[in-house]
Protein backbone atom coordinates (compact mmCIF):
# COMPACT_ATOMS: atom_id res chain seq x y z
CA UNK A 1 0.00 0.00 0.00
CA UNK A 2 3.32 2.33 0.96
CA UNK A 3 4.26 2.17 -2.69
CA UNK A 4 0.94 2.62 -4.51
CA UNK A 5 0.68 5.58 -2.12
CA UNK A 6 3.77 7.19 -3.20
CA UNK A 7 3.11 6.03 -6.79
CA UNK A 8 -0.26 8.03 -6.72
CA UNK A 9 1.72 10.94 -5.10
CA UNK A 10 4.29 11.13 -7.92
CA UNK A 11 1.51 10.48 -10.33
CA UNK A 12 -0.80 13.55 -9.09
CA UNK A 13 2.15 15.74 -8.92
CA UNK A 14 3.32 15.20 -12.54
CA UNK A 15 -0.29 16.07 -13.83
CA UNK A 16 -1.05 18.50 -11.63
CA UNK A 17 2.03 20.15 -12.39
CA UNK A 18 1.02 19.99 -16.48
CA UNK A 19 -2.13 20.90 -16.38
CA UNK A 20 -3.64 23.17 -19.10
CA UNK A 21 -7.30 23.54 -19.42
CA UNK A 22 -6.83 25.83 -22.86
CA UNK A 23 -4.06 23.40 -24.31
CA UNK A 24 -4.69 20.61 -26.49
CA UNK A 25 -2.83 17.47 -28.08
CA UNK A 26 -0.07 15.50 -26.81
CA UNK A 27 1.65 16.74 -23.71
CA UNK A 28 5.56 16.34 -24.16
CA UNK A 29 6.29 17.93 -21.05
CA UNK A 30 4.39 15.68 -19.04
CA UNK A 31 5.73 12.74 -21.40
CA UNK A 32 9.39 13.79 -20.58
CA UNK A 33 8.01 13.31 -16.88
CA UNK A 34 6.50 9.74 -16.82
CA UNK A 35 9.32 8.67 -19.07
CA UNK A 36 12.33 9.70 -16.79
CA UNK A 37 10.16 8.56 -13.62
CA UNK A 38 9.37 5.12 -15.62
CA UNK A 39 5.75 5.37 -15.70
CA UNK A 40 5.45 5.13 -19.58
CA UNK A 41 6.75 1.12 -18.77
CA UNK A 42 5.26 0.64 -15.76
CA UNK A 43 4.46 -2.86 -16.27
CA UNK A 44 7.16 -4.05 -18.65
CA UNK A 45 8.98 -7.23 -16.74
CA UNK A 46 12.19 -5.55 -15.47
CA UNK A 47 10.69 -2.91 -13.83
CA UNK A 48 8.29 -4.27 -10.88
CA UNK A 49 5.76 -2.83 -11.98
CA UNK A 50 1.92 -4.38 -11.17
CA UNK A 51 -1.75 -4.04 -12.66
CA UNK A 52 -2.29 -2.70 -9.24
CA UNK A 53 0.55 0.17 -10.17
CA UNK A 54 -1.10 0.90 -13.39
CA UNK A 55 -4.48 1.36 -11.93
CA UNK A 56 -3.36 3.95 -9.78
CA UNK A 57 -1.50 5.66 -12.60
CA UNK A 58 -4.75 5.52 -15.02
CA UNK A 59 -7.23 6.86 -12.64
CA UNK A 60 -4.43 9.54 -11.79
CA UNK A 61 -4.46 10.61 -15.45
CA UNK A 62 -8.03 10.63 -16.30
CA UNK A 63 -8.56 12.69 -13.20
CA UNK A 64 -5.92 15.03 -14.47
CA UNK A 65 -7.24 14.60 -18.00
CA UNK A 66 -2.96 14.14 -19.18
CA UNK A 67 -2.57 14.45 -22.54
CA UNK A 68 -0.35 11.43 -23.01
CA UNK A 69 -0.61 7.88 -24.38
CA UNK A 70 0.04 5.78 -20.83
CA UNK A 71 -1.85 2.97 -21.09
CA UNK A 72 -1.83 2.57 -25.24
CA UNK A 73 2.30 2.41 -24.69
CA UNK A 74 2.46 0.36 -21.94
CA UNK A 75 -0.28 -1.86 -21.49
CA UNK A 76 -1.38 -2.54 -24.84
CA UNK A 77 1.59 -2.00 -27.42
CA UNK A 78 4.48 -2.17 -25.18
CA UNK A 79 2.76 -5.62 -23.78
CA UNK A 80 2.45 -6.97 -27.62
CA UNK A 81 5.56 -6.36 -28.64
CA UNK A 82 7.09 -8.73 -25.59
CA UNK A 83 4.57 -11.01 -26.21
CA UNK A 84 5.76 -11.46 -29.97
CA UNK A 85 9.15 -11.07 -28.89
CA UNK A 86 10.18 -7.65 -30.57
CA UNK A 87 12.15 -5.18 -29.44
CA UNK A 88 9.79 -2.19 -27.49
CA UNK A 89 10.58 0.92 -29.18
CA UNK A 90 11.14 4.43 -26.84
CA UNK A 91 8.85 6.74 -27.38
CA UNK A 92 4.71 6.91 -27.64
CA UNK A 93 3.63 3.61 -28.79
CA UNK A 94 -0.19 2.45 -29.99
CA UNK A 95 -1.23 -0.89 -30.68
CA UNK A 96 -3.86 -1.68 -33.64
CA UNK A 97 -5.78 -4.75 -34.57
CA UNK A 98 -6.20 -5.47 -37.94
CA UNK A 99 -9.44 -6.77 -39.44
CA UNK A 100 -12.46 -7.37 -37.41
CA UNK A 101 -11.57 -6.52 -33.48
CA UNK A 102 -13.27 -7.76 -30.04
CA UNK A 103 -14.91 -4.65 -28.92
CA UNK A 104 -16.20 -3.30 -32.60
CA UNK A 105 -14.85 -1.04 -34.88
CA UNK A 106 -15.83 2.17 -36.32
CA UNK A 107 -17.03 5.81 -34.57
CA UNK A 108 -16.39 4.97 -30.43
CA UNK A 109 -14.73 1.84 -31.29
CA UNK A 110 -11.26 0.54 -31.29
CA UNK A 111 -8.43 1.03 -33.85
CA UNK A 112 -8.53 -0.95 -36.67
CA UNK A 113 -7.30 -1.26 -40.35
CA UNK A 114 -6.30 -3.81 -42.71
CA UNK A 115 -2.57 -4.47 -43.92
CA UNK A 116 -1.12 -5.98 -47.05
CA UNK A 117 2.63 -7.66 -48.16
CA UNK A 118 4.30 -7.21 -50.57
CA UNK A 119 7.67 -8.78 -50.18
CA UNK A 120 9.84 -7.60 -47.31
CA UNK A 121 7.25 -4.27 -47.06
CA UNK A 122 3.53 -3.63 -45.73
CA UNK A 123 0.91 -0.92 -47.06
CA UNK A 124 -2.40 -0.03 -45.72
CA UNK A 125 -4.41 2.28 -44.08
CA UNK A 126 -4.83 2.03 -39.73
CA UNK A 127 -8.01 4.02 -38.65
CA UNK A 128 -9.12 5.60 -35.25
CA UNK A 129 -5.39 5.49 -33.91
CA UNK A 130 -4.84 6.67 -30.71
CA UNK A 131 -2.77 9.82 -30.77
CA UNK A 132 -0.76 8.44 -34.18
CA UNK A 133 0.48 12.23 -34.96
CA UNK A 134 2.64 11.96 -32.04
CA UNK A 135 3.68 8.09 -32.24
CA UNK A 136 6.92 7.21 -32.32
CA UNK A 137 6.13 3.29 -33.29
CA UNK A 138 2.79 1.40 -33.92
CA UNK A 139 2.41 -2.44 -32.92
CA UNK A 140 0.10 -3.96 -35.37
CA UNK A 141 -1.83 -7.21 -34.55
CA UNK A 142 -2.16 -8.43 -38.14
CA UNK A 143 -2.95 -12.49 -37.77
CA UNK A 144 -0.79 -14.51 -36.86
CA UNK A 145 1.61 -11.74 -36.65
CA UNK A 146 3.02 -8.90 -34.70
CA UNK A 147 4.85 -6.15 -37.01
CA UNK A 148 6.34 -2.96 -35.28
CA UNK A 149 5.87 0.05 -37.94
CA UNK A 150 7.65 3.41 -38.06
CA UNK A 151 4.51 5.97 -37.35
CA UNK A 152 6.75 8.43 -38.95
CA UNK A 153 6.68 6.51 -42.09
CA UNK A 154 2.94 6.62 -42.68
CA UNK A 155 1.18 9.64 -43.69
CA UNK A 156 -1.49 11.25 -41.26
CA UNK A 157 -5.14 12.13 -41.48
CA UNK A 158 -5.76 13.69 -38.19
CA UNK A 159 -8.95 13.28 -36.60
CA UNK A 160 -10.34 13.25 -33.04
CA UNK A 161 -12.82 11.76 -30.37
CA UNK A 162 -15.27 13.58 -28.75
CA UNK A 163 -12.81 14.64 -26.08
CA UNK A 164 -10.73 16.52 -28.86
CA UNK A 165 -7.89 13.42 -28.40
CA UNK A 166 -5.84 12.64 -31.49
CA UNK A 167 -7.45 9.48 -33.05
CA UNK A 168 -5.88 9.43 -36.62
CA UNK A 169 -5.77 7.46 -39.68
CA UNK A 170 -2.18 6.28 -41.00
CA UNK A 171 -1.92 5.71 -44.30
CA UNK A 172 1.27 3.39 -45.28
CA UNK A 173 2.98 2.81 -48.70
CA UNK A 174 5.63 0.66 -48.88
CA UNK A 175 6.42 0.82 -45.17
CA UNK A 176 9.48 -1.90 -44.13
CA UNK A 177 8.94 -3.32 -40.07
CA UNK A 178 10.95 -2.51 -37.81
CA UNK A 179 10.96 -5.78 -36.81
CA UNK A 180 8.25 -8.43 -36.82
CA UNK A 181 7.35 -11.77 -34.72
CA UNK A 182 5.00 -14.30 -33.87
CA UNK A 183 1.41 -13.12 -32.17
CA UNK A 184 0.75 -15.43 -29.46
CA UNK A 185 -2.30 -17.44 -28.82
CA UNK A 186 -4.97 -15.48 -27.97
CA UNK A 187 -3.58 -12.06 -28.72
CA UNK A 188 -6.58 -10.58 -29.73
CA UNK A 189 -8.78 -11.11 -27.00
CA UNK A 190 -5.99 -10.33 -23.88
CA UNK A 191 -5.54 -6.80 -26.40
CA UNK A 192 -8.99 -6.47 -26.05
CA UNK A 193 -9.34 -7.01 -22.64
CA UNK A 194 -6.50 -5.11 -21.85
CA UNK A 195 -7.84 -1.97 -23.44
CA UNK A 196 -11.14 -2.43 -21.83
CA UNK A 197 -9.18 -2.62 -18.16
CA UNK A 198 -7.31 0.65 -19.00
CA UNK A 199 -10.12 2.70 -20.59
CA UNK A 200 -12.20 1.51 -17.45
CA UNK A 201 -9.74 2.56 -15.06
CA UNK A 202 -9.54 6.01 -17.07
CA UNK A 203 -13.07 6.31 -16.72
CA UNK A 204 -13.10 6.00 -12.49
CA UNK A 205 -10.24 8.58 -12.82
CA UNK A 206 -11.97 11.04 -15.10
CA UNK A 207 -15.25 10.48 -12.91
CA UNK A 208 -13.53 11.37 -9.97
CA UNK A 209 -12.10 14.73 -11.31
CA UNK A 210 -15.70 15.56 -12.37
CA UNK A 211 -17.09 14.81 -8.98
CA UNK A 212 -13.96 17.37 -7.09
CA UNK A 213 -14.92 20.11 -9.80
CA UNK A 214 -18.72 19.57 -8.67
CA UNK A 215 -17.64 19.10 -5.31
CA UNK A 216 -15.54 22.46 -5.18
CA UNK A 217 -18.16 24.70 -7.73
CA UNK A 218 -20.67 23.97 -4.87
CA UNK A 219 -18.71 25.10 -2.39
CA UNK A 220 -18.00 28.38 -3.88
CA UNK A 221 -21.17 29.19 -5.72
CA UNK A 222 -23.42 31.40 -3.66
CA UNK A 223 -27.52 31.43 -4.25
CA UNK A 224 -29.73 33.33 -1.61
CA UNK A 225 -27.01 34.00 0.91
CA UNK A 226 -25.05 30.91 1.15
CA UNK A 227 -22.93 28.49 -1.03
CA UNK A 228 -25.48 26.42 -3.06
CA UNK A 229 -23.73 22.85 -1.64
CA UNK A 230 -25.87 23.81 1.81
CA UNK A 231 -28.87 23.14 -0.69
CA UNK A 232 -30.33 19.36 0.36
CA UNK A 233 -31.13 18.73 -3.12
CA UNK A 234 -27.87 19.62 -4.67
CA UNK A 235 -26.12 17.46 -1.56
CA UNK A 236 -28.59 14.63 -2.60
CA UNK A 237 -26.85 14.68 -6.10
CA UNK A 238 -23.47 14.92 -5.22
CA UNK A 239 -23.59 11.65 -3.07
CA UNK A 240 -25.40 10.28 -5.84
CA UNK A 241 -22.45 10.94 -8.01
CA UNK A 242 -20.21 9.92 -5.00
CA UNK A 243 -21.33 6.46 -4.60
CA UNK A 244 -21.46 6.13 -8.69
CA UNK A 245 -17.39 7.44 -8.36
CA UNK A 246 -17.03 4.37 -5.75
CA UNK A 247 -18.87 1.82 -7.79
CA UNK A 248 -16.63 2.98 -10.83
CA UNK A 249 -13.62 2.98 -8.67
CA UNK A 250 -13.79 -0.48 -6.89
CA UNK A 251 -15.01 -2.02 -10.34
CA UNK A 252 -11.74 -1.16 -12.21
CA UNK A 253 -9.09 -1.86 -9.43
CA UNK A 254 -10.70 -5.40 -8.85
CA UNK A 255 -10.70 -6.01 -12.55
CA UNK A 256 -6.84 -4.95 -12.56
CA UNK A 257 -6.23 -6.92 -9.62
CA UNK A 258 -8.36 -10.01 -10.45
CA UNK A 259 -6.19 -9.64 -13.83
CA UNK A 260 -2.80 -9.53 -11.98
CA UNK A 261 -4.08 -12.57 -10.17
CA UNK A 262 -4.57 -14.74 -12.37
CA UNK A 263 -3.95 -13.91 -15.95
CA UNK A 264 -6.08 -12.29 -18.53
CA UNK A 265 -6.61 -15.84 -19.87
CA UNK A 266 -8.54 -16.90 -16.90
CA UNK A 267 -12.61 -16.55 -17.98
CA UNK A 268 -12.37 -14.70 -14.21
CA UNK A 269 -10.60 -11.66 -15.49
CA UNK A 270 -12.77 -11.70 -18.81
CA UNK A 271 -15.62 -11.62 -16.17
CA UNK A 272 -14.51 -8.74 -13.98
CA UNK A 273 -13.19 -6.74 -17.17
CA UNK A 274 -16.35 -6.72 -18.74
CA UNK A 275 -18.11 -5.65 -15.97
CA UNK A 276 -16.23 -2.83 -15.22
CA UNK A 277 -16.00 -1.38 -18.42
CA UNK A 278 -20.22 -1.37 -18.29
CA UNK A 279 -20.49 -0.39 -14.50
CA UNK A 280 -17.77 2.82 -15.39
CA UNK A 281 -19.86 3.43 -19.00
CA UNK A 282 -22.79 3.22 -16.52
CA UNK A 283 -21.24 5.58 -14.01
CA UNK A 284 -19.76 8.12 -16.80
CA UNK A 285 -22.70 9.20 -17.95
CA UNK A 286 -24.63 9.98 -14.55
CA UNK A 287 -21.61 11.76 -13.23
CA UNK A 288 -21.33 13.79 -16.30
CA UNK A 289 -24.95 14.72 -16.16
CA UNK A 290 -24.86 15.60 -11.94
CA UNK A 291 -21.63 17.86 -12.96
CA UNK A 292 -23.10 19.88 -15.23
CA UNK A 293 -26.22 20.40 -13.28
CA UNK A 294 -24.65 21.35 -10.07
CA UNK A 295 -22.20 24.11 -12.70
CA UNK A 296 -25.26 25.48 -14.44
CA UNK A 297 -24.81 26.57 -17.91
CA UNK A 298 -21.11 27.68 -16.84
CA UNK A 299 -20.35 23.92 -16.84
CA UNK A 300 -21.01 23.81 -20.36
CA UNK A 301 -18.94 26.66 -21.87
CA UNK A 302 -15.60 25.76 -23.45
CA UNK A 303 -13.77 27.91 -21.22
CA UNK A 304 -14.65 25.91 -17.96
CA UNK A 305 -12.18 22.64 -17.19
CA UNK A 306 -15.40 20.83 -16.70
CA UNK A 307 -15.24 19.94 -20.42
CA UNK A 308 -11.91 18.29 -20.42
CA UNK A 309 -12.97 15.32 -17.74
CA UNK A 310 -16.87 15.22 -19.06
CA UNK A 311 -15.76 14.94 -22.84
CA UNK A 312 -13.54 12.39 -22.02
CA UNK A 313 -16.08 10.59 -20.23
CA UNK A 314 -18.58 10.37 -22.79
CA UNK A 315 -15.67 9.74 -25.50
CA UNK A 316 -14.74 7.06 -23.54
CA UNK A 317 -17.55 5.12 -22.38
CA UNK A 318 -18.02 4.09 -26.09
CA UNK A 319 -14.21 2.99 -26.52
CA UNK A 320 -12.65 -0.17 -26.36
CA UNK A 321 -16.55 -1.53 -26.29
CA UNK A 322 -19.34 0.31 -25.33
CA UNK A 323 -21.73 -0.42 -22.72
CA UNK A 324 -23.68 -2.75 -24.30
CA UNK A 325 -21.27 -4.59 -25.75
CA UNK A 326 -19.98 -5.43 -22.49
CA UNK A 327 -22.93 -5.72 -20.27
CA UNK A 328 -23.86 -8.41 -23.42
CA UNK A 329 -19.98 -10.09 -22.23
CA UNK A 330 -21.85 -9.69 -18.86
CA UNK A 331 -24.57 -11.70 -19.67
CA UNK A 332 -23.44 -14.36 -21.77
CA UNK A 333 -20.95 -15.07 -19.02
CA UNK A 334 -23.01 -15.79 -16.58
CA UNK A 335 -25.72 -17.64 -18.95
CA UNK A 336 -22.47 -20.22 -19.24
CA UNK A 337 -21.81 -20.26 -16.03
CA UNK A 338 -25.06 -21.92 -14.84
CA UNK A 339 -26.65 -21.89 -11.43
CA UNK A 340 -23.69 -23.62 -9.47
CA UNK A 341 -21.09 -21.72 -11.57
CA UNK A 342 -22.93 -18.11 -11.01
CA UNK A 343 -21.58 -17.61 -7.36
CA UNK A 344 -17.99 -18.17 -7.47
CA UNK A 345 -18.34 -16.63 -10.87
CA UNK A 346 -18.91 -13.09 -8.90
CA UNK A 347 -17.12 -13.67 -6.55
CA UNK A 348 -14.29 -15.32 -7.35
CA UNK A 349 -14.76 -18.00 -4.38
CA UNK A 350 -15.81 -21.58 -5.12
Known amino acids: MARNAELAELAESIFADSYDKDAAGFDAAAWKACAGSGLTTLTAPDTGGTLDDAAVLLEAAGAWAARIPLAETDLLAGWLARAAGVTVPDGPLAAVVTGPAPGGSGPGGTAG ?21 SLAAVVVLDGDRVLVLDASAAAVTEGVNLAEEPRDTLTLTGVTPLASGAAPSGAAE ?44 VQQMLAEAGSEVGAA ?3 SAAAARTAQNVGFADPATGFAVAAAKARCGEAATAVARIAHQVHGAIGFTREHDLRLVTTRLWAWRDEDGDESYWTDRVGTAALAAGPDGLWPLVTGRP
Open 190 to 233: ELALRAALARSLLLAGAARGALARAIGYAGERQQFGRPIGRFQA
Open 113 to 133: GTLTSTGDTVSGTLTRVPWGR
Open 249 to 251: SAA
